[in-house]
């Protein structure tokens, strides 16, 4: 059972999760401190540690529209939330399976703050509403990379298979 | 079974004959673009080879591009030290298609690699920007990538995992109005489809209006592309790409057009008809709140800007100039002027439009991305609003949630300097 921190909208824009001003930070070890920096209760939450691992942030369609910061992403993958929406934005999208943040794609996924929802491979179900979602499956193009635990180890691992290919 | 522009590419760049939407591919890529954010690149570059016991080597430097722009000359020196990384970085790797904070050579990354002819027709461009859809006026593929994507690419020349997008044909046809042109048409398209109407989907421009639209128009409407969610727009390239790129770009070897068969598969078909097309205005805080004009005059606004990888070309400095020419930019008004590189910059100068800009009371900053995305200067005030030519109006995008960013065209923001209000260009100010 994972608990609901924190509701959204359709079109959440990276400038939301991850505000212009503070792109000059990049590292992930430094990012997250400024994940939802606009929104101060949450973004306050998030820093002084009330908000558990694991936790959900549930959003509308097109989550993470616009810019292909991936501030955006490693901001969010440093608190360990988990991101429901009823669908991403394509750059959001690969960002995070490239790093390895969750997210679930549930389109019509419909939660309140507090909510707790049971997600499984095939659906999310609102344990407080009773409410279930199908839950559609990410980009079977991707599962390489997500099996391998993201871009970095995937490439890493095709660099050295070119390397002793090139050696033999 | 018949393929569209980017099919072709695809094929091409993945060396098969042919494929269809939804194949997954590893395409050749053929131009890597970063800008500041290639700090981060960096980072996750040296991180792939990490105790693999193999040196970090960029797989092809004479195709990776990095142009500092958003951030020009550094605001911070948490900045200026990602600068200097990038600064040393480049130079071991020798990277020569580095455009660092100058007034000859440098400018915004989706001026930058046009002007200089770094992009082709056919070409997959890849940049870790999402605005990097520009380059489909050129008959590219060119789509934005996370920077730990570009790490992987910099280490295999691939993008891995790619899925081929479908796409969406868009006709247009009729000639603009006067002081009407592409931004209002890919402002009224986005307000069609929506923010997310194209996601995963690549836009493909056809009709009269295209043929006969400058390259300069063509890189606004693939520019905003992304702003309906596209993977890419493109522009088939035609007789004047080739005059684009020999005259403006200085291409001097040979370059052929990728175009799509007659029964190439679509996923969608939109015609448009621009010959009674009105101002477009993009309400906060999406880019899909779109309105004609009609419906928003007399709105106060309190900073207009004019620039940006959307319209801070010379043709866009053009239309502005002519409207503030021996008039006054409005009291209580900030006008900021931002041409998108310094090739532009001499050029407004050289034809007055510099002085004409001054003289109306308007700034005239350094090329770069300016006040557009919040990072660097030009931020507003609690309550603020703002009417700018560029491309995003996201809660914040100026730098401060507590206001407001209207986008137009060049012509609407610069009718609007005068007034203080906004303002129908064909209908002139008040002043």
């Not at chain 2, 522009?5 to 939804?22: M, P």
């Not at chain 2, 043929?211 to 993977?231: D, F, K, P």
């Not at chain 2, 050289?350 to 931020?379: D, I």
């Given at each position: 059972m994972a608990r609901v921190v924190f509701t959204l909208g359709d079109d959440i824009s990276t400038d939301v999760i991850y505000p212009g001003r503070h792109m000059a930070t990049v590292l992930p070890t430094e990012?997250?401190?400024?994940?939802?920096?606009?929104?101060?209760?949450?973004?306050?939450?998030?820093?002084?540690?009330?908000v558990a691992p694991g936790s959900v942030v549930v959003a509308g369609k097109n989550f993470g529209c616009g810019s292909s910061r991936e501030q955006a992403v490693s901001a969010l993958q440093g608190h360990e939330l988990l991101i429901v929406a009823n669908d991403f934005a394509r750059i959001f999208l690969q960002n995070a399976i490239n790093l390895g943040l969750n997210v679930v794609t549930a389109p019509g996924i419909e939660a309140s703050e507090g909510d707790d929802l049971q997600i499984t491979a095939d659906a999310v179900v609102n344990a407080t509403t009773g409410k279930r979602y199908a839950v559609q499956q990410l980009p079977s193009a991707r599962q390489g990379i997500i099996d391998a635990g993201g871009l970095i180890a995937y490439t890493r691992k095709r660099l050295l298979q070119m390397n002793n290919k090139a050696q033999v | 079974m018949g393929m569209t522009v980017v099919e072709k590419i695809l094929a091409r760049a993945s060396g098969q004959?042919?494929?269809?939407?939804?194949?997954?591919?590893?395409?050749?890529?053929?131009?890597?673009?970063?800008?500041?954010?290639?700090?981060?690149?960096?980072?996750?570059?040296?991180?792939?080879?990490?105790?693999?016991?193999?040196?970090?080597?960029?797989?092809?430097?004479?195709?990776?591009?990095?142009?500092?722009?958003?951030?020009?000359?550094?605001?911070?020196?948490k900045t200026a030290s990602n600068q200097k990384k990038v600064r040393e970085f480049v130079a071991k790797h020798m990277i020569r298609k580095f455009h660092d904070i100058r007034g000859d050579v440098g400018g915004i990354c989706h001026q930058i690699l046009p002007e200089s002819g770094y992009v082709r027709p056919g070409a997959v461009v890849v940049g870790t920007d999402s605005h990097t859809t520009s380059h489909g006026a050129l008959g590219a593929f060119a789509f934005g990538i996370g920077a730990t994507e570009m790490a992987s690419v910099w280490t295999l020349g691939a993008t891995v995992n790619v899925e081929v997008p479908q796409t969406i044909r868009v006709n247009v046809r009729g000639k603009f109005p006067n002081l009407v042109g592409p931004k209002?048409?890919?402002?009224?398209?986005?307000?069609?489809?929506?923010?997310?109407?194209?996601?995963?989907?690549?836009?493909?421009?056809?009709?009269?209006?295209?043929?006969a639209m400058s390259t300069s128009g063509r890189l606004v409407i693939c520019n905003m592309s992304v702003e309906a969610g596209a993977t890419a727009g493109i522009v088939p390239a035609d007789a004047e790409t080739m005059r684009y790129l020999r005259e403006e770009a200085g291409v001097t070897d040979p370059v052929s057009a990728v175009l799509p068969d007659p029964d190439a598969v679509y996923v969608q078909v939109i015609d448009i008809d621009v010959s009674r097309l009105e101002p477009q205005i993009a309400c906060p805080h999406t880019v899909d709140n779109v309105k004609p004009i009609d419906t928003v005059v007399g709105k106060r606004v309190h900073q207009i800007v004019i620039g940006s990888c959307t319209n801070g070309r010379l043709d866009d400095l053009e239309i502005a100039a002519g409207i503030?020419?021996?008039?006054?930019?409005?009291?209580?008004?900030?006008?900021?002027?931002?041409?998108?590189?310094?090739?532009?910059?001499?050029q407004a100068l050289e034809r007055g439009y510099v002085e004409q800009f001054m003289k109306a009371g308007a700034v005239v900053m350094?090329?770069?991305?300016?006040?557009?995305?919040?990072?660097?200067e030009g931020a507003l005030g609690d309550g603020e609003v703002a009417l700018s030519t560029t491309n995003r109006n996201f809660k914040g995008r100026m730098g401060n949630p507590n206001s407001e960013v209207y986008l137009c065209s060049p012509a609407v923001a610069a009718a609007s300097a005068l007034t203080g209000v906004i303002t129908d260009p064909r209908k002139g100010g008040m002043n």
């Amino acid at each position: 059972m994972a608990r609901v921190v924190f509701t959204l909208g359709d079109d959440i824009s990276t400038d939301v999760i991850y505000p212009g001003r503070h792109m000059a930070t990049v590292l992930p070890t430094e990012t997250p401190q400024f994940a939802f920096a606009d929104h101060a209760e949450f973004n306050g939450r998030l820093k002084a540690k009330q908000v558990a691992p694991g936790s959900v942030v549930v959003a509308g369609k097109n989550f993470g529209c616009g810019s292909s910061r991936e501030q955006a992403v490693s901001a969010l993958q440093g608190h360990e939330l988990l991101i429901v929406a009823n669908d991403f934005a394509r750059i959001f999208l690969q960002n995070a399976i490239n790093l390895g943040l969750n997210v679930v794609t549930a389109p019509g996924i419909e939660a309140s703050e507090g909510d707790d929802l049971q997600i499984t491979a095939d659906a999310v179900v609102n344990a407080t509403t009773g409410k279930r979602y199908a839950v559609q499956q990410l980009p079977s193009a991707r599962q390489g990379i997500i099996d391998a635990g993201g871009l970095i180890a995937y490439t890493r691992k095709r660099l050295l298979q070119m390397n002793n290919k090139a050696q033999v | 079974m018949g393929m569209t522009v980017v099919e072709k590419i695809l094929a091409r760049a993945s060396g098969q004959a042919a494929v269809k939407a939804g194949d997954v591919l590893e395409p050749r890529v053929d131009l890597a673009m970063s800008h500041e954010n290639a700090a981060l690149v960096v980072n996750q570059f040296l991180e792939v080879f990490k105790d693999t016991g193999l040196e970090p080597v960029v797989w092809d430097p004479s195709r990776v591009a990095i142009i500092f722009d958003h951030r020009v000359p550094a605001e911070s020196p948490k900045t200026a030290s990602n600068q200097k990384k990038v600064r040393e970085f480049v130079a071991k790797h020798m990277i020569r298609k580095f455009h660092d904070i100058r007034g000859d050579v440098g400018g915004i990354c989706h001026q930058i690699l046009p002007e200089s002819g770094y992009v082709r027709p056919g070409a997959v461009v890849v940049g870790t920007d999402s605005h990097t859809t520009s380059h489909g006026a050129l008959g590219a593929f060119a789509f934005g990538i996370g920077a730990t994507e570009m790490a992987s690419v910099w280490t295999l020349g691939a993008t891995v995992n790619v899925e081929v997008p479908q796409t969406i044909r868009v006709n247009v046809r009729g000639k603009f109005p006067n002081l009407v042109g592409p931004k209002d048409l890919i402002l009224h398209l986005i307000g069609k489809v929506t923010a997310q109407g194209a996601n995963f989907k690549v836009i493909e421009f056809h009709g009269e209006t295209i043929g006969a639209m400058s390259t300069s128009g063509r890189l606004v409407i693939c520019n905003m592309s992304v702003e309906a969610g596209a993977t890419a727009g493109i522009v088939p390239a035609d007789a004047e790409t080739m005059r684009y790129l020999r005259e403006e770009a200085g291409v001097t070897d040979p370059v052929s057009a990728v175009l799509p068969d007659p029964d190439a598969v679509y996923v969608q078909v939109i015609d448009i008809d621009v010959s009674r097309l009105e101002p477009q205005i993009a309400c906060p805080h999406t880019v899909d709140n779109v309105k004609p004009i009609d419906t928003v005059v007399g709105k106060r606004v309190h900073q207009i800007v004019i620039g940006s990888c959307t319209n801070g070309r010379l043709d866009d400095l053009e239309i502005a100039a002519g409207i503030l020419a021996g008039k006054k930019v409005a009291q209580n008004v900030r006008m900021l002027v931002f041409p998108a590189s310094g090739k532009i910059y001499a050029q407004a100068l050289e034809r007055g439009y510099v002085e004409q800009f001054m003289k109306a009371g308007a700034v005239v900053m350094n090329p770069g991305c300016g006040p557009c995305l919040g990072v660097h200067e030009g931020a507003l005030g609690d309550g603020e609003v703002a009417l700018s030519t560029t491309n995003r109006n996201f809660k914040g995008r100026m730098g401060n949630p507590n206001s407001e960013v209207y986008l137009c065209s060049p012509a609407v923001a610069a009718a609007s300097a005068l007034t203080g209000v906004i303002t129908d260009p064909r209908k002139g100010g008040m002043n």
